[in-house]
Protein backbone atom coordinates (compact mmCIF):
# COMPACT_ATOMS: atom_id res chain seq x y z
CA UNK A 1 0.00 0.00 0.00
CA UNK A 2 1.05 3.40 -1.05
CA UNK A 3 2.29 5.68 2.13
CA UNK A 4 0.48 8.97 2.68
CA UNK A 5 3.17 12.11 2.44
CA UNK A 6 2.40 12.18 6.70
CA UNK A 7 3.85 8.71 7.41
CA UNK A 8 6.33 9.32 4.89
CA UNK A 9 7.20 12.68 6.93
CA UNK A 10 6.86 10.84 10.33
CA UNK A 11 9.47 7.65 9.31
CA UNK A 12 11.55 10.43 8.20
CA UNK A 13 11.28 12.47 11.21
CA UNK A 14 12.21 9.01 13.70
CA UNK A 15 15.21 8.47 11.77
CA UNK A 16 18.36 9.00 14.40
CA UNK A 17 20.11 12.14 14.46
CA UNK A 18 23.57 11.91 12.50
CA UNK A 19 27.01 13.71 13.16
CA UNK A 20 26.03 14.95 9.84
CA UNK A 21 22.78 16.58 10.63
CA UNK A 22 24.50 18.23 13.92
CA UNK A 23 27.09 19.77 11.51
CA UNK A 24 24.49 21.19 9.11
CA UNK A 25 22.52 23.01 11.55
CA UNK A 26 25.96 25.32 11.94
CA UNK A 27 25.81 25.58 8.15
CA UNK A 28 22.13 26.65 8.39
CA UNK A 29 22.64 28.79 11.33
CA UNK A 30 19.92 26.55 12.96
CA UNK A 31 20.70 26.31 17.33
CA UNK A 32 21.70 22.80 18.58
CA UNK A 33 19.82 21.82 21.36
CA UNK A 34 21.70 19.24 23.70
CA UNK A 35 20.34 18.30 27.60
CA UNK A 36 22.07 15.69 29.69
CA UNK A 37 20.30 12.27 30.96
CA UNK A 38 21.37 9.66 32.93
CA UNK A 39 18.64 7.00 33.00
CA UNK A 40 15.77 5.36 30.64
CA UNK A 41 12.67 7.84 31.91
CA UNK A 42 14.60 11.20 31.34
CA UNK A 43 16.49 9.70 27.95
CA UNK A 44 12.96 9.01 26.54
CA UNK A 45 11.34 12.47 27.78
CA UNK A 46 14.19 14.17 26.26
CA UNK A 47 13.64 11.96 22.97
CA UNK A 48 9.91 13.15 23.05
CA UNK A 49 10.86 16.82 23.78
CA UNK A 50 12.59 17.01 20.23
CA UNK A 51 16.22 17.70 21.93
CA UNK A 52 18.96 17.14 19.18
CA UNK A 53 21.97 15.92 21.31
CA UNK A 54 21.53 13.43 24.49
CA UNK A 55 24.69 13.28 26.81
CA UNK A 56 25.24 11.19 29.47
CA UNK A 57 27.38 13.07 31.44
CA UNK A 58 29.79 12.19 33.97
CA UNK A 59 27.78 14.85 35.59
CA UNK A 60 26.07 11.89 37.04
CA UNK A 61 28.59 11.28 39.91
CA UNK A 62 27.32 14.49 41.40
CA UNK A 63 23.67 14.89 40.55
CA UNK A 64 22.79 11.07 40.56
CA UNK A 65 25.10 9.45 42.90
CA UNK A 66 25.64 12.34 45.41
CA UNK A 67 29.22 12.85 44.88
CA UNK A 68 31.21 15.91 45.93
CA UNK A 69 32.50 16.05 41.58
CA UNK A 70 33.24 14.08 38.44
CA UNK A 71 36.46 12.41 39.31
CA UNK A 72 35.17 9.49 41.53
CA UNK A 73 32.72 8.37 38.05
CA UNK A 74 33.61 5.05 36.76
CA UNK A 75 33.33 3.68 33.33
CA UNK A 76 31.35 0.69 34.54
CA UNK A 77 29.43 3.71 35.88
CA UNK A 78 29.13 5.08 32.82
CA UNK A 79 28.65 2.03 31.01
CA UNK A 80 25.18 1.28 33.18
CA UNK A 81 23.71 4.58 32.40
CA UNK A 82 24.78 4.92 29.11
CA UNK A 83 22.60 1.66 28.45
CA UNK A 84 19.83 2.57 30.16
CA UNK A 85 19.20 6.06 28.57
CA UNK A 86 20.14 4.10 25.10
CA UNK A 87 16.67 2.20 25.79
CA UNK A 88 14.78 5.35 26.13
CA UNK A 89 16.40 7.49 23.15
CA UNK A 90 14.90 6.57 19.44
CA UNK A 91 16.02 9.91 17.81
CA UNK A 92 18.73 11.79 19.38
CA UNK A 93 22.18 11.64 18.92
CA UNK A 94 23.63 10.36 22.41
CA UNK A 95 26.78 11.37 23.74
CA UNK A 96 28.71 8.97 26.71
CA UNK A 97 31.24 11.07 28.59
CA UNK A 98 34.58 9.44 29.17
CA UNK A 99 35.62 9.68 32.85
CA UNK A 100 38.23 10.83 34.66
CA UNK A 101 41.95 8.49 33.54
CA UNK A 102 39.85 7.02 31.36
CA UNK A 103 41.41 8.29 28.18
CA UNK A 104 44.63 9.96 30.19
CA UNK A 105 47.03 7.30 30.90
CA UNK A 106 47.52 6.61 27.72
CA UNK A 107 46.47 6.84 23.60
CA UNK A 108 45.48 3.01 23.57
CA UNK A 109 43.81 3.01 27.23
CA UNK A 110 41.35 6.01 25.45
CA UNK A 111 40.62 4.09 22.18
CA UNK A 112 40.05 0.92 24.02
CA UNK A 113 37.32 2.68 26.63
CA UNK A 114 35.88 4.95 23.59
CA UNK A 115 35.31 1.65 22.08
CA UNK A 116 33.84 0.34 25.47
CA UNK A 117 30.97 2.98 25.83
CA UNK A 118 30.02 2.61 22.39
CA UNK A 119 30.11 -0.95 22.38
CA UNK A 120 28.95 -2.01 25.83
CA UNK A 121 26.98 1.14 26.38
CA UNK A 122 25.37 1.73 22.64
CA UNK A 123 25.98 5.31 22.61
CA UNK A 124 26.58 7.19 19.23
CA UNK A 125 30.14 8.92 20.01
CA UNK A 126 32.18 9.82 22.90
CA UNK A 127 33.13 12.97 24.69
CA UNK A 128 36.29 14.13 26.63
CA UNK A 129 37.73 17.24 28.62
CA UNK A 130 40.55 18.99 27.25
CA UNK A 131 42.13 20.86 23.85
CA UNK A 132 45.89 21.01 22.85
CA UNK A 133 46.75 18.40 25.09
CA UNK A 134 44.38 15.49 24.31
CA UNK A 135 44.64 16.27 20.74
CA UNK A 136 47.03 13.18 19.64
CA UNK A 137 44.20 11.27 21.72
CA UNK A 138 41.29 12.45 20.01
CA UNK A 139 42.61 12.20 16.86
CA UNK A 140 43.76 8.48 17.55
CA UNK A 141 40.04 7.42 18.63
CA UNK A 142 38.89 9.06 15.82
CA UNK A 143 40.91 7.20 13.55
CA UNK A 144 39.80 4.38 15.59
CA UNK A 145 36.40 5.03 13.91
CA UNK A 146 34.65 6.58 17.09
CA UNK A 147 33.56 9.91 16.49
CA UNK A 148 34.33 12.58 19.03
CA UNK A 149 32.96 15.76 20.90
CA UNK A 150 35.90 17.41 22.44
CA UNK A 151 35.52 19.56 25.55
CA UNK A 152 37.19 22.53 26.56
CA UNK A 153 36.71 26.07 28.79
CA UNK A 154 35.81 25.07 32.63
CA UNK A 155 37.02 20.98 32.37
CA UNK A 156 35.03 19.53 35.39
CA UNK A 157 37.15 16.80 35.98
CA UNK A 158 40.31 18.61 36.55
CA UNK A 159 38.21 21.94 38.27
CA UNK A 160 41.02 21.74 40.95
CA UNK A 161 43.84 22.34 38.97
CA UNK A 162 42.05 25.30 37.01
CA UNK A 163 41.52 26.46 40.64
CA UNK A 164 37.61 25.46 41.15
CA UNK A 165 34.64 25.24 39.06
CA UNK A 166 35.19 29.30 38.07
CA UNK A 167 35.12 31.10 34.78
CA UNK A 168 37.82 30.53 31.99
CA UNK A 169 39.39 32.78 29.99
CA UNK A 170 39.18 36.01 31.41
CA UNK A 171 42.60 37.25 30.17
CA UNK A 172 44.17 37.25 27.30
CA UNK A 173 46.56 34.66 27.73
CA UNK A 174 43.88 32.51 29.11
CA UNK A 175 41.15 33.60 26.63
CA UNK A 176 44.26 32.70 23.35
CA UNK A 177 44.98 29.65 24.86
CA UNK A 178 40.93 28.30 24.84
CA UNK A 179 40.68 29.27 21.24
CA UNK A 180 43.42 27.15 20.82
CA UNK A 181 42.37 24.47 22.33
CA UNK A 182 39.67 24.29 20.19
CA UNK A 183 41.35 25.14 17.23
CA UNK A 184 43.95 21.91 17.71
CA UNK A 185 40.58 19.79 18.60
CA UNK A 186 39.17 20.81 15.29
CA UNK A 187 42.22 19.47 13.02
CA UNK A 188 42.10 16.09 15.56
CA UNK A 189 39.46 15.25 13.82
CA UNK A 190 36.40 16.23 16.63
CA UNK A 191 33.11 16.26 15.28
CA UNK A 192 31.30 19.49 17.46
CA UNK A 193 33.38 21.21 20.67
CA UNK A 194 31.65 21.63 24.13
CA UNK A 195 32.71 25.29 25.64
CA UNK A 196 32.05 25.49 28.95
CA UNK A 197 31.80 28.73 31.38
CA UNK A 198 34.18 31.46 29.46
CA UNK A 199 32.88 35.17 28.87
CA UNK A 200 29.87 35.41 26.48
CA UNK A 201 32.61 37.34 23.52
CA UNK A 202 35.23 34.23 23.45
CA UNK A 203 32.54 31.74 23.41
CA UNK A 204 31.31 33.95 19.83
CA UNK A 205 35.16 34.14 18.96
CA UNK A 206 35.69 30.13 19.16
CA UNK A 207 31.77 29.39 17.19
CA UNK A 208 33.36 31.89 14.83
CA UNK A 209 36.99 30.21 14.86
CA UNK A 210 36.02 26.55 14.03
CA UNK A 211 33.85 25.19 11.76
CA UNK A 212 32.36 22.49 13.68
CA UNK A 213 29.52 23.21 15.91
CA UNK A 214 30.58 24.93 19.22
CA UNK A 215 27.91 24.38 21.67
CA UNK A 216 27.95 26.19 24.76
CA UNK A 217 26.99 25.94 28.91
CA UNK A 218 27.53 29.18 30.26
CA UNK A 219 29.47 30.53 26.89
CA UNK A 220 26.65 33.11 25.92
CA UNK A 221 24.24 33.19 23.02
CA UNK A 222 26.10 33.50 20.18
CA UNK A 223 27.98 30.02 19.77
CA UNK A 224 26.18 26.93 17.62
CA UNK A 225 23.67 25.69 20.47
CA UNK A 226 23.40 25.20 23.81
CA UNK A 227 23.36 22.49 26.36
CA UNK A 228 22.38 21.87 30.29
CA UNK A 229 22.02 19.83 33.05
CA UNK A 230 18.77 18.08 33.14
CA UNK A 231 18.77 18.07 36.51
CA UNK A 232 19.51 21.79 37.19
CA UNK A 233 17.49 22.80 34.40
CA UNK A 234 14.16 21.26 35.90
CA UNK A 235 15.20 22.11 40.10
CA UNK A 236 16.11 18.27 40.86
CA UNK A 237 19.98 19.00 42.04
CA UNK A 238 19.57 20.83 45.61
CA UNK A 239 23.13 21.66 46.25
CA UNK A 240 23.59 24.80 43.96
CA UNK A 241 22.54 26.30 40.85
CA UNK A 242 25.11 27.69 38.80
CA UNK A 243 25.23 31.35 37.10
CA UNK A 244 24.41 29.89 33.33
CA UNK A 245 21.81 27.61 34.66
CA UNK A 246 18.12 28.67 33.85
CA UNK A 247 15.28 26.93 35.89
CA UNK A 248 12.67 25.99 33.70
CA UNK A 249 10.80 23.80 36.33
CA UNK A 250 11.01 23.12 39.85
CA UNK A 251 10.31 19.54 40.35
CA UNK A 252 11.61 18.90 43.80
CA UNK A 253 8.93 20.41 45.69
CA UNK A 254 6.33 18.69 43.58
CA UNK A 255 8.11 15.15 44.48
CA UNK A 256 8.08 15.85 47.91
CA UNK A 257 4.73 17.06 48.30
CA UNK A 258 3.72 13.72 46.53
CA UNK A 259 6.03 11.59 49.19
CA UNK A 260 4.63 13.45 51.83
CA UNK A 261 1.02 13.00 50.43
CA UNK A 262 1.48 9.27 50.25
CA UNK A 263 2.81 9.11 53.86
CA UNK A 264 0.18 10.77 55.02
CA UNK A 265 -2.51 8.60 53.25
CA UNK A 266 -0.75 6.00 54.51
CA UNK A 267 -0.66 6.84 57.96
CA UNK A 268 -4.52 7.44 57.71
CA UNK A 269 -5.39 4.57 56.42
CA UNK A 270 -6.84 6.01 53.15
CA UNK A 271 -4.64 4.58 51.03
CA UNK A 272 -4.90 2.04 49.37
CA UNK A 273 -8.58 2.91 48.38
CA UNK A 274 -10.69 0.20 46.98
CA UNK A 275 -9.78 1.65 43.80
CA UNK A 276 -6.34 0.57 44.06
CA UNK A 277 -7.33 -3.15 45.43
CA UNK A 278 -7.90 -6.38 43.94
CA UNK A 279 -11.20 -8.54 44.83
CA UNK A 280 -11.48 -12.34 45.07
CA UNK A 281 -14.75 -14.43 44.00
CA UNK A 282 -16.96 -14.61 46.89
CA UNK A 283 -16.93 -18.54 46.76
CA UNK A 284 -13.44 -18.45 47.06
CA UNK A 285 -13.34 -16.42 50.00
CA UNK A 286 -15.78 -18.44 51.76
CA UNK A 287 -14.05 -21.31 51.27
CA UNK A 288 -10.76 -19.60 52.68
CA UNK A 289 -12.98 -18.84 55.73
CA UNK A 290 -13.60 -22.40 56.36
CA UNK A 291 -10.26 -23.91 55.96
CA UNK A 292 -8.87 -24.27 59.22
CA UNK A 293 -5.36 -23.28 58.41
CA UNK A 294 -6.62 -19.50 57.70
CA UNK A 295 -9.88 -19.09 59.36
CA UNK A 296 -7.85 -17.55 62.56
CA UNK A 297 -6.07 -15.60 60.28
CA UNK A 298 -9.77 -13.76 58.36
CA UNK A 299 -11.68 -11.15 59.95
CA UNK A 300 -14.77 -11.94 59.61
CA UNK A 301 -18.12 -9.99 60.68
CA UNK A 302 -19.58 -13.04 62.41
CA UNK A 303 -16.50 -13.72 64.46
O1 LIG B 1 29.03 15.94 32.36
C1 LIG B 1 28.32 16.84 31.90
O2 LIG B 1 27.12 16.94 32.16
C2 LIG B 1 28.95 17.81 31.00
C3 LIG B 1 28.16 19.04 30.68
C4 LIG B 1 28.38 20.02 31.76
C5 LIG B 1 28.50 19.58 29.35
O3 LIG B 1 30.06 17.63 30.60
Known sequence: MKKTILQEKNKMSEKKITI???QQAKKDNKKIIMVTAYDYPFGLMADQAGVDIVLVGDSLGMVVMGLDGTVGVTMDNMIHHIKAVVRGCKKAMIVGDMP???YNTSIREAIIN???????GGCDVVKLEGG????????AIVKAGIPVQGHVGLTPQTASALGGFKIQG???QAAKRIIDDAKALEHAGAFSIIVEAVPAPLGEIIAQTVRIPVIGIGAGSQVDGQVLVTHDMVGLFD?????????YAQIR?????????FKEEVSTQSFPASEHSFSMPDNTLEELKKSKRFSS?????DK
Do not use: H
Open 297 to 301: LIKTE
Open 20 to 22: QNI
Open 253 to 261: PIIIDALKA
Open 170 to 172: KNT
Open 132 to 139: IDFAPTVE
Open 239 to 247: KFVPRFVKQ
Open 114 to 120: AGRLMKE
Open 100 to 102: FMS
